[in-house]
């Protein structure tokens, strides 16, 4: 199945975390494929994401998922103006395994390699969907690992204004998934089980209520959350734990409504410290638009939180479709074709090139 005008073209990788990804974009950004393998089904029964089957899985999937794109629509490597692919942050034996293929990849075709920080492909993820946005913008990265509110003022020009001290508001979700019972990923299970409750009742309190800072805290509030299981005799510990379908089929009871009263009072409190904390922060940075991108994007409980604080302030809201919101290989090649034109960031020393656990942008210092 060729691609139409595919001599000008450019490969994305992305393995920082669990999920094998593979792009195709052509030179004005348009995704002609995006291809993700998920790893779910491997980590799902440890509750969490098991970092060395993670790269050992990323070392038998990238070559073949690469294989299926180059082959599936004819692209040679001479069709290939340049390789990208994500450096940092992320599990480093899952990165090292991308970046290893993207180095090889690139000096066989003899073309740039660039990198990429995963939070800017994230930040610039809603470019993929949206052409309408443009700089500068305030955007908060959510996802399982990163909870960054930044002000994205133009390319590889960003300013962190707040950050979480302690847990990721994916992280937070998962974990109080898992305490509920739940297989990982946790985060869609307690969108469903809260948008089936009516009326949540639990009031748990809200971190950081009332402090100045910018900054996220989900701890207090998972330990709230486990407080009120364990009151509840609904707390899992060390038990076989279950999918969405298999709570599904249990009768209706006042349990299940208890597990579903958790999960909601839980997504409620999370909405409030989002809409809150970008509430403040546009009172000290008035942009015209605000964004939600990463994982937790494609929360619909968060989505319409935000829109709602929009529309009462009169700003644009923007956030990437479903499948551009967890780790995609699109939005790093997006990110990528923004810098192919600047020299300074392309590596044509691929053999030097190598992975880091850590971003620059979440290195930046929290502004005040």
């Not at 195709?24 to 970092?51: A, C, F, R, W």
């Not at 390789?83 to 480093?92: D, E, F």
């Not at 305490?179 to 809200?206: D, N, R, S, V, W």
């Not at 989900?218 to 609904?234: H, M, P, Q, W, Y």
């Amino acid at each position: 199945m060729p691609i139409a005008n595919s001599h000008k073209m450019i490969l994305a990788i992305e393995t920082s975390c669990d999920d094998s990804a593979v792009a195709l974009l052509d030179m004005q950004g348009n995704v002609l494929t995006s291809q993700i393998s998920s790893q779910t089904e491997l980590h799902e029964k440890y509750g969490g994401i098991v970092p060395e089957l993670a790269s050992r899985k990323h070392l038998t999937t990238l070559p073949l998922l690469i294989r299926y794109v180059l082959g599936e629509f004819d692209i040679r490597l001479q069709d290939l103006q340049a390789v990208a692919v994500t450096y940092a942050p992320g599990l480093i034996g899952s990165l090292l395994v991308g970046v290893s293929y993207a180095k090889s990849l690139a000096w066989l075709a003899g073309v740039p390699l660039i990198p990429v920080d995963h939070l800017e492909g994230h930040l610039l993820a809603p470019f993929l969907d949206h052409k309408d946005l443009r700089f500068p913008y305030m955007g908060l990265i959510a996802s399982g690992g990163h909870t960054h509110l930044v002000i994205a003022n133009g390319l590889n020009d960003y300013k962190l204004i707040g950050k979480t001290i302690d847990d990721a508001a994916g992280e937070a979700y998962d974990k109080v998934a898992k305490m509920l019972g739940f297989q990982y990923p946790g985060g869609p299970i307690i969108e469903k089980l809260a948008g089936e409750c009516e009326k949540p009742t639990i009031e748990f309190p809200i971190p950081l209520k009332g402090k100045k800072t910018l900054n996220f805290s989900f701890s207090g509030l998972k330990t709230a959350v486990r407080n009120k299981a364990i009151e509840g005799d609904l707390y899992v510990e060390k038990k076989e734990l279950i999918s969405y379908d298999d709570f599904a089929k249990w009768p209706e009871s006042d349990k299940k409504d208890r597990v579903r009263d958790i999960a909601a009072s839980f997504q409620q409190v999370v909405v409030k410290i989002i809409v809150q904390r970008f509430e403040k922060a546009l009172k000290q940075y008035p942009m015209k638009d605000i964004v939600l991108t990463g994982g937790v994007a494609s929360n619909t409980g968060i989505r319409e939180g935000l829109q709602a604080l929009a529309q009462k302030r009169q700003k644009r809201f923007f956030f990437p479709d479903s499948k551009n919101c967890t780790d995609n290989a699109a939005m790093i090649g997006y990110t990528a074709l923004q810098y192919f034109g600047d020299r300074r960031f392309i590596r044509e020393d691929h053999l030097r090139m190598n992975a880091s656990s850590k971003s620059p942008i979440g290195q930046l210092v929290v502004s005040t």
